[in-house]
């Protein structure tokens, strides 16, 4: 688990370090790990039965007002998206690397 470390850096409300959500972290992330909804590197990332890859926290948000894939329109809810373990092992690569 994540936890903040003082010295001035904050935690996000998902738990990422600010210097991992604002810094050069994101910058250099590529863009599979940043969620197309927040944009924001994914912390827990969710795939959906049409391939979309989102963080579990924006997409559940997303569904709370429209209950379709934000890409493609389809009839979406959360209980058809499965975890996406190996890209969240990816990212917390990342963050380690630069926190």
Known sequence: MLRDTGAGGGMSESNVPDSVQSGSTTNNAAQE???QLSGS??????????GHVF???????WLQFSQTDPI???PL???DCVPYGELQEK???IIIKYV
Do not use: E, H
């Open 33 to 35: 790990n940043l969620c």
């Open 41 to 50: 590197l994914m912390t827990d990332p969710v795939k959906t039965p049409y």
């Open 55 to 61: 963080d579990r926290q924006a997409l559940s948000d």
């Open 72 to 74: 493609c329109g389809q």
């Open 77 to 79: 809810n959360m209980n």
């Open 91 to 93: 990212i917390f690569k």
